[in-house]
């Protein structure tokens, strides 16, 4: 409840975009392929525009700790993830912030890779596809396109079905100023604008009878300020059907012939 004359600013926030798309070969295919021990594979990709790299898919057959790296453009490390890869299919949770750029590249850290219990090798023993069907490039459309790789554009490396999301934008409006005028509008005052309301309290009915005015814009909230009804009112027509509403105290706002109006009603 307002006491004072009070400068509210009142603004909208929308927020858009959020959406998870999929990518890259979706699975691998053809035989159990892996690299050879002296491969450890990288796949290039371009940024088209904000987004972030949920997850991918990898397949192993050699358990143990893996390092994912993502490099920028120059080679540089912008990325390390530590995941624990079990044997056949896992999706990796990365959740990497990706900003518009070219060449970025996606791999892992051999020196990871040399402590692989029982392989000791610089290649991460992830499943890898060669053969008919690779076309590049891989696009997720306005986000991020897959390249290829530093090998052989013939062969697809490690990560697979890439889930990415699209950056969330906020759109907000410019602060606008409100000034809620605080006043004693009462019985009087309508009275002297041709306006009488009655009964108050009210039980099924409020009276309105318009004097010097044809139509009335207004509007019923409660206490709390929700809006209750809002309409038209015209001299014709002079009753305003409250039995619906739950007792309680509540505002009649009134706009007539360019002035504005509040009558606080009780509804028994």
């Known amino acids: 409840m307002l006491t004072d004359t009070t400068v509210y600013y009142v603004q909208a926030t929308d ?3 959020g959406a998870q798309f999929s990518g890259g070969s979706a699975y691998h295919t053809g035989t159990n392929q892996y690299s050879g021990g002296t491969t450890n594979a990288k796949t290039y990709f371009d940024v088209i525009n904000s987004c972030t790299l949920q997850s991918v898919k990898v397949y192993t057959d050699t358990p143990g700790d893996r390092n994912i790296q993502l490099y920028d453009n120059t080679g ?11 044997p056949d299919t896992q999706v990796i949770t990365l959740n990497w912030t990706l900003t518009p750029g070219t060449d970025y590249a996606i791999g892992t ?6 402590n692989i219990a029982g392989w000791n090798q610089v290649s991460p023993r992830f499943r890898r596809t060669n053969g008919g069907g690779i076309v590049y490039p891989y696009t997720i459309p306005n986000l991020v396109t897959i390249t290829g790789n530093d090998l052989l554009n013939n062969f697809y490396y490690y990560f697979y079905d890439w889930k ?3 950056a969330e934008l906020n759109c907000t409006s410019a602060l606008v100023p409100v000034t809620v005028y605080v006043g004693t509008t009462g019985l009087a005052e309508l009275a002297q604008q041709g306006i009488s309301i009655y009964p108050n309290p009210a039980n099924d009915v409020l009276h309105i009878d318009l004097k010097n005015a044809s139509e009335i814009n207004f509007t019923i909230t409660d206490f709390m300020g929700k809006v209750i009804k809002r309409t038209n009112f015209s001299a014709s027509s002079n009753l305003i059907d409250v039995k619906t509403l739950s007792q309680g105290v509540y505002h009649l706002s009134m706009n007539t012939n360019g002035q504005h109006f509040v009558y606080r009603f009780v509804k028994q």
Do not use: M, P, R
């Open 15 to 17: 927020v858009y975009g």
């Open 76 to 86: 540089a490390v912008i990325y390390n993830q530590v995941i624990t890869v079990n």
């Open 109 to 114: 850290d051999e020196a990871y890779n040399l």
């Open 164 to 166: 990415v999301k699209e």
